[in-house]
T-cell receptor, first 118, second 113 residues
Framework: DTAVSQTPKYLVTQMGNDKSIKCEQNLGHDTMYWYKQDSKKFLKIMFSYNNKELIINETVPNRFSPKSPDKAHLNLHINSLELGDSAVYFC?????????????????FGPGTRLTVL | AQSVTQPDIHITVSEGASLELRCNYSYGATPYLFWYVQSPGQGLQLLLKYFSGDTLVQGIKGFEAEFKRSQSSFNLRKPSVHWSDAAEYFCAVERGGGFKTIFGAGTRLFVKA
């Protein structure tokens, strides 16, 4: 009964490879996010999706391509991996503010995927 | 542009002592403010939030925070720290109705016996 799950938990790969990280939430939320946390713990939003539609793209290189097949899933595919992509990637979900009396954006985070590019 | 500043990279307190973690934000209107906690190897968990009303908000695990508009601050407090509180704490701001939350750089809390 995990709320927000991510797979895999760890990912070690060579530079130049293509990899995917999967995210699923069972909270009934309609909004999902990807964050990147660097080695200094700085957490930066990459993408926001609402009802499978891209809302925010924070100037992320187009090597990163999120895919949302349905509201409960937001996967992240990364092409041509670079050393600088090494980080912990967090998926999160929330209800869209304005729905069902929700006026703020309380996000629920997955456990993270530690990506190491060699 | 919105921004969040957590001036302290790390703080060490003794178990049982009081705690205050500082957070300052930059935003034109009243933002929605959050504190999240991240235990080692875990995702973030919401401690508390402020979006209107009483400026002193209570959260989980005995934490509270006070919104001070005049100082653009939202400091987190706990009267008596437990060893299990050792973690990374993030202050965050969101523009109401938006899909973009800005996080501060985090403050690492160490608790000594």
């Amino acid at each position: 009964d995990t709320a927000v799950s991510q797979t895999p938990k760890y990912l070690v790969t060579q530079m130049g490879n293509d990899k995917s990280i999967k995210c699923e939430q069972n909270l009934g939320h309609d909004t999902m996010y990807w964050y990147k946390q660097d080695s200094k713990k700085f957490l930066k939003i990459m993408f926001s999706y609402n009802n499978k539609e891209l809302i925010i793209n924070e100037t992320v290189p187009n090597r990163f391509s999120p895919k949302s097949p349905d509201k409960a899933h937001l996967n992240l595919h990364i092409n041509s991996l670079e050393l600088g992509d090494s980080a912990v990637y967090f998926c999160a979900s929330s209800l869209r503010p304005g729905l069902a009396g929700v006026s703020y954006n309380e996000q629920f985070f997955g456990p993270g995927t530690r990506l190491t590019v060699l | 542009a919105q921004s969040v500043t957590q001036p302290d990279i790390h703080i060490t307190v003794s178990e049982g002592a009081s705690l205050e973690l500082r957070c300052n934000y930059s935003y034109g209107a009243t933002p929605y403010l959050f504190w999240y906690v991240q235990s080692p190897g875990q995702g973030l968990q919401l401690l508390l939030k402020y979006f209107s009303g009483d400026t002193l908000v209570q959260g989980i695990k005995g934490f509270e925070a006070e919104f001070k508009r005049s100082q653009s601050s939202f400091n987190l407090r706990k009267p008596s720290v437990h060893w299990s509180d050792a973690a990374e704490y993030f202050c965050a701001v969101e523009r109401g109705g938006g899909f973009k939350t800005i996080f501060g750089a985090g403050t690492r809390l160490f608790v000594k016996a």
